[in-house]
């Protein structure tokens, strides 16, 4: 969960895996935009277990 006053429902968060991941080996999503915050879901896209430390960037698209 990213809490960040500025967020409304109605916004788009944008994401990014900046570093620290193994190539192909993680999805991250936006899996719900509520006011105030946003959940952010990282998936293990690999064959076994990872221990990557990662990195994510955001942005925020303003929806009026």
């Known amino acids: 969960v990213n809490n ?3 967020v409304s429902a109605m916004d788009v968060p944008f994401i990014a ?3 620290g991941a193994t190539t192909n080996s993680y999805a991250a999503t ?3 935009v509520q006011p105030g915050s946003f ?3 990282l998936t293990n896209s690999g064959a076994g277990p990872l221990t990557d430390t990662i990195i994510i ?3 925020i698209i303003r929806v009026n």
Request: glycine fraction near 0%; charged fraction near 5%.
């Open 17 to 19: 895996i900046q570093s």
């Open 30 to 32: 936006v899996t719900r």
């Open 4 to 6: 960040n006053q500025i």
């Open 39 to 41: 959940n952010i879901t």
């Open 57 to 59: 960037n955001f942005a």
